[in-house]
């Protein structure tokens, strides 16, 4: 099918997942419906932005590996239940596309929703020039409780070689080290940079985060609201080659900045409330 006058359309993909494909002159993107999972970005006079790992899965009951996942109601292994699969649920629900809009200056803003239960799930994602991500939680009036969650905009960034990238923003921010666990590390007081398996959450955090990316020669800037911890991951070796949907060499080409609540930052629904987690990515030309 083309992409209609409106710089949008649905297509099966030739796994037989759905998905979104916009196109306008200021950006290109796509969104599947098995996972709310944007799946490429690419503003107009630059490379893709986000990543996928070229061994990913699409199938109905496993996540997509790459590109956004959410991660939602908790993050990483349950809590109490290991039968239950790792960053929750959200990523392998089928969601429903709500509406579709082409903007004035060419975004286009597509809304999908669902429900995990009890809550209920709306996600805004806004194909411009920039990409900016808006998941709203809200706990029905009707919940017999309150209930905490936890959530993740899992973003996958597409880099030309780690060992040559660094981030900004999170000098001053203390984090939970996952390699080797330590429960809190001092803040590093230095850009990160990456030599080995790296796996952070830094907390209580509002921070915007800034990837420096030389062997591209551009940066990419997430700023971020309703959120207080940032994920920082990149696998390594060893981790590549655990990881059965993801390529051995692919480690070198991507890095996960999340814009996450979780942890110690998790949040708290009373019935009727919600929350909203925004994510605002940029990229500009020049990685200073
Ligand atoms: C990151 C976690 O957010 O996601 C890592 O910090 C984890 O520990 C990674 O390995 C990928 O998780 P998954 O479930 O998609 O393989």
């Not at 999340?258 to 987690?277: C, F, R």
């Amino acid at each position: 099918m083309n992409t209609n006058s409106q710089g949008y359309h649905l297509q099966t993909d030739s796994h037989g997942l759905q998905k979104l494909v916009v196109q306008s002159d200021i950006v290109s993107g796509e969104v599947y419906l098995h996972g709310a999972h944007v799946s490429a970005w690419k503003p107009a006079g630059h490379h893709p932005v986000l990543w996928m790992s070229r061994e990913s899965w699409f199938e109905d009951a496993r996540p997509i590996r790459g590109g956004v996942p959410i991660c939602f109601p908790w993050f990483g292994p349950h809590p109490t239940d290991s039968s239950q699969p790792a960053h929750g649920l959200a990523r392998t629900r089928q969601w429903t596309l709500t509406n579709v809009r082409r903007c004035d200056d060419g975004a286009i803003e597509v809304w999908l929703q669902t429900s995990v239960d009890p809550f209920q799930l709306s996600y805004r994602v806004l194909f411009g020039a920039d990409l900016i991500l808006t998941l709203t939680t809200k706990l029905p009036p009707t919940a017999a409780a309150p209930q905490p969650f936890e959530d993740a905009l899992h973003t996958y960034f597409h880099v030309a070689e780690i060992q040559q990238i660094s981030i900004s923003g999170l000098e001053g921010v203390r984090y939970v080290d996952r390699v080797p666990q330590v429960e809190e590390r001092e803040a590093a007081g230095t850009v990160i940079r990456f030599g080995q398996e790296t796996d952070r959450i830094y907390r209580n955090s509002v921070e915007t985060a800034v990837l420096h990316d030389p062997g591209l020669n551009r940066k990419i800037t997430v700023g971020k609201s309703g959120s207080r911890s940032t994920v920082v991951w990149n696998p390594w070796i060893d981790k590549s080659r655990r990881m059965p949907d993801f390529g051995d060499d692919e480690w070198t080409g991507m890095v996960c900045i999340e814009t996450a609540n979780v942890g110690s930052d998790a949040i708290m629904l009373q019935p009727g409330q919600s929350h909203t987690t925004q994510a605002m990515i940029s990229v500009s030309h020049g990685s200073e």
